[in-house]
């Protein structure tokens, strides 16, 4: 399993990026994915998922509205749209892969590096 993840940066209170994550080593449409977090000195926070057939999604309430998960499973990348952002959003980013083809994250999922995302003014 590799997840590569992409798009983080700084940016303004406000703003927007796109996280993209790059997956390899297993059959990507199978699985459910998510993204979650962990902000400078705090617990790992899952934000969003979706099932492996694009049949849902789901999002932590603090996103909801402002983020949008997606996922292009024809090329194997899972994204992150974030719109809004605030700087309670800084954290690293990490693209997880899902244990079955619907959600139902684990803190032992396979993820990847990560990518930074801070919000500042």
């Known amino acids: 399993v590799q997840l590569v993840e992409s798009g983080g940066g700084s940016v303004q209170p406000g703003g927007s990026l796109r996280l993209s994550c790059a997956a390899s080593?297993?059959?990507?449409?199978?699985?459910?994915m998510y993204w979650v977090r962990q902000a400078p000195g705090k617990r790992l926070e899952w934000v969003s998922g979706i099932n492996g057939a694009n049949s849902g999604t789901s999002y932590i309430d603090s996103v909801r509205g402002r983020f949008t998960i997606s996922r292009d499973n024809a090329k194997n990348l899972l994204f992150l749209q974030m719109n809004n952002l605030k700087p309670e959003d800084t954290a690293v980013y990490y693209c997880v892969k899902g244990k079955s083809a619907y959600m139902g994250f684990s803190e032992d999922d396979d993820r990847g590096q990560g990518t930074r995302v801070t919000v500042s003014s």
């Open positions: 080593g297993f059959t990507f449409s199978n699985y459910a």
